[in-house]
Structures are given as C-alpha cells and as structure tokens.
C-alpha cells in the first residue's frame, strides 16, 4: 500500500498531467459557482470518500473536476463505455477509470478498485441515478449501490449537485452537501433497512442543493 | 469454524441484507440457489458480498459472486479461506 496524503506519485504522473492539462481550460470555460449546504459542507473534502453526483452527460467527470480541483477523483464507466474506441479505453484508463458490468451483477471486481483508490484518500465520484438523466426531468431514484460501496469502504457519501447551465456565457453553479456516513458509529455494516434510510436522506440533500443552484 | 456456525451466520447475513425476504432464514439450506432459491437481487448480493467480507475478515477478491451455484459452495470457500 502506497503511502497517502503525498502531493506527488509517479503512479498517478499520467492521471494529474491529463487533468492539469483538462483542469486549465475546463476552470475558464465553466468557471464554477460553488454554494454550500453548511459550514461542514464547506470544509475541504480530505481523506477517501465517494462523491455522489447527478448525471446529465457523459461531460460530467470532467465538471464534477472543476468543482473539487484539488483532489484526484476517478470515475465509474460502464464495460460499453471502455470498449467504444481505442482513444477513449486510453483516456479512461489514464485517468484510471473504473470498469463496471451492469449485466453481470455478480461481478463485484470493481469493488476492490474502489477500495484500493479510498484507503489511498482518493475520490470515487458515483452517479447515484444510473443513468444520463435530461434536462427538464425529474431526478431518478437513487440506486442503493453508492451507500452499499461506502459502508464497504468506511468512507462517507459527498453530496454534489451540479445545474445544467443555460447558456455557454453562464458560470456552471454546483452545490456541496455535508457528508453523509453509511456505516455505524464503531464502522460496523448497518441492516440494509438503515441503509435505504441513508440513500432517502442523500435524496433529500439532492433536491435541497439543486433549489440551491437556481 | 464450522460449517453449521457458517451458515447461522450466513442465515442473519441473509436477514439484514434481503429486508422483505420470501425465504425464512431458518429454512436456509446448504443446496439453496443465491439467486432463485433465495431471491436475492444484485443489490442485495453486493450487500451479502461486503457483510460476509466484515463479519468472517476475508475478501472474495479471486471469485466472482457468479462462480457460487449454492449456498453449500459459500460456505466452502469461507472455510477455504478461514483454513
């Protein structure tokens, strides 16, 4: 296990340079209007943890960087997403993607690269409705996995909602929420019951960030 | 650990992760099916996966979920890996 908390590795080398040299222009063109929840949402995210984000395009990795730039944050992409060409299967893994099967429910091999990504303190960021959601709908049902995968790494569920924005001359607008823990107090597995409770609240906290950013 | 204490832990692993089970977790046997026999839906198997890893401190980290046709075959590989 590599030591964390360094600003600094050569195994992440290729991932900071491609998002450097995204992160720059990305900053300019989206210029980000960050709103906060609380004053613990506005504490800089440390350690591990899975961000917990809505989906409205296949652009939203690269917004959800401009939102939290000063923390490394890999992203899910479904098996279809890896096999479209050979340039995306190179960015994705250099920015060292995570490969899901959602036809194979039963593989569960992604769970051990999200594991090794937050016991390093990196960032997951995970789209709590499945799918690109348009705008002008309604938000989806949030799927119980994002609370499953941090109640299996210990880490806590960042809520970030991020608007659609209006026109190309408007700043994008993202809201932060306090953290949420899906584990219990001495880190123990909570009864999924409890954690349908906790995917309830994410929801809550969801809507309440996006009235935030209108 | 033997198999019997596997399986009474497998059988509250089961209570806590399928709320609104068909199955009664006492009428859980070795040659049940995860899947048809006891309804378990993915979700609830990741939970089962992430439950089974805490409470026996291992990690189903060379397997697939998929690889285990019944309950008997879990309970294998948890010995397997408790030995």
Known sequence: MTKPGRLFRYRYLAFDIVKVLNGIPTLLIFRPKIFYENEKARKPIRGGGIIATNHKGFIDPVKIFTVIFYRRIHCMARKEIFEHSALMRLVLRMGQCIKVDPENPADTSYLAKIREYTADKRLVAIYPEGHIVKDGEDMLEFKLGTALLAASCKVPIIPVYIAPRKSIWNRMRAAIGEPLYPYSEDGKMLPMADLQKVMEDLTEKMLLLREMTK | ?83
């Open chain 2, 1 to 83: 650990m033997d198999r019997s204490d596997i399986l009474s832990k497998l059988r509250d692993i089961y209570v806590m992760a399928v709320p609104d089970a068909k199955v009664s977790s006492e009428n859980i046997t070795e040659d049940m099916n995860l899947l048809t026999d006891l309804g378990m839906s993915s979700i609830n198997l990741l939970y089962m996966v992430i439950a089974m890893e805490e409470f026996f401190d291992i990690r189903f980290d060379d397997v697939s979920f998929g690889d285990f046709s019944n309950v008997g075959e879990v309970i294998d590989y948890i010995q397997n890996k408790k030995a």
